[in-house]
């Protein structure tokens, strides 16, 4: 089945900076690549997602990128804000039929400092 | 806004009991899925469902068995708890590509 792997697992940045959290997928079949963002006690929301066909989204302060080819897509948040702190999930869709199950990675948690 | 409802969000069980956790969404959605969230291993998923009466089997499976009589209905049952199903539980309901989850329940077995 598929297989992702996240990383950094914390990341701190100052207030304006950017950041960046990487996933490497396994499965070359996978379609579609959700970025969630959980706020501590709420539930995961999702913020961005791209599919295969696309190499690049962006949405305001959120970019993702995707390479097929390294099996590897990046969540890029610019001028990041101190409402940014969160833990970020990223997950990958395997070509599987049923169901649009979604395997996600282990998590960052982003701490942005004033 | 789809809503997914999980019944309780704390619940504290003890070791042999079994336990049903439920989650109902509003949006007609054909596929379910239950999902535990541990600190470092992230969303793990338990059984998924894409149709009334379908279930399939996730990633860790084991100590867990589902129920989906109704279509906005799904029920996560621990047929006989123990302390390592201690975790939050998160269920989610989808259309199509994206999911949308539920508030979590944070079950405490012991």
């Known amino acids: 089945g598929e297989n992702v792997e996240q990383h950094p697992s914390t990341l701190s940045v100052q207030e304006g900076d950017s950041a960046v959290i990487k996933c490497t997928y396994s499965d070359s079949a996978s379609n579609y690549f959700p970025w969630y963002k959980q706020e501590l006690g709420k539930r995961p929301q999702l913020i961005i997602d791209i599919r295969s066909n696309v190499g690049e989204k962006k949405d305001q302060r959120i970019a993702v990128t995707l390479n097929k080819t390294a099996k590897h897509f990046s969540l890029h948040i610019t001028e990041t804000q101190p409402e940014d702190s969160a833990v970020y999930f990223c997950a990958a869709r395997g070509n599987t039929g049923t169901a649009s199950k979604l395997t996600f990675g282990t998590g960052t948690r982003l701490q942005v400092t004033l | 806004d789809v809503k997914v409802t999980q019944s309780s969000r704390y619940l504290v069980k003890r070791t042999g009991e079994k336990v049903f956790l439920e989650c109902v969404q509003d949006?007609?959605?054909?596929?379910m899925f239950w999902y535990r969230q541990d600190p470092g291993l992230g969303l793990r998923l338990i059984y998924f469902?894409?149709?009334?009466?379908?279930?399939e089997k996730g990633d860790i499976p084991e100590g867990y068995s589902v129920s989906r009589e109704k279509k906005e209905r799904f029920s996560l049952i621990l047929e006989s708890a123990s302390t390592n199903q201690t975790s939050m539980y998160l269920c989610?309901?989808?259309?199509?590509?994206?999911?949308?989850f539920g508030s979590g329940t944070r079950l405490t077995v012991v």
């Open positions: 989610a309901s989808s259309h199509g590509q994206g999911y949308t």
């Open positions: 469902s894409y149709d009334v009466k379908m279930k």
């Open positions: 949006m007609d959605h054909e596929n």
